[in-house]
């Protein structure tokens, strides 16, 4: 029973992970907004793209409320994120490379 509650939990966690989001972006653009606030990032490198993603929507214009159920023991689940982005973009890391050398950044609306 441990083994598929730990199978399902890794399975949630890939699906929403940046990595997934940022691999292969339509039109080479993406949205970073995190509740409605947008990121002051222009681009994103497609090598750990994942990570960039994560680190972008830290860095987003501020917020006036501070939403609680976003944490879990007060880590945001976006750091969290970030660090399964980190070993994802790790292992996508030879497509990254090329896929960089051959379209550049992607760029953020």
């Not at 987003?60 to 007060?74: A, F, K, Y």
Request: glycine residues 4%; neutral net charge; proline residues 5%.
């Amino acid at each position: 029973m441990k083994n598929i509650i730990y199978l399902i939990s890794v399975s949630l966690v890939c699906i929403s992970c940046a990595t997934v989001k940022t691999i292969n972006p339509k039109d080479n653009q993406i949205d970073i907004t995190h509740r409605g606030h947008k990121s002051y990032c222009e681009s994103i490198p497609r090598v750990y793209s994942g990570a960039s993603y994560s680190f972008c929507l830290m860095n987003s214009e501020p917020s006036e409320t501070v939403n609680h159920g976003s944490t879990l023991n007060n880590v945001p689940f976006v750091a969290i994120d970030a660090v399964f982005s980190v070993a994802a973009d790790t292992v996508v890391l030879p497509y990254t490379v090329v896929t960089q050398a051959q379209h550049g950044n992607i760029k953020v609306n």
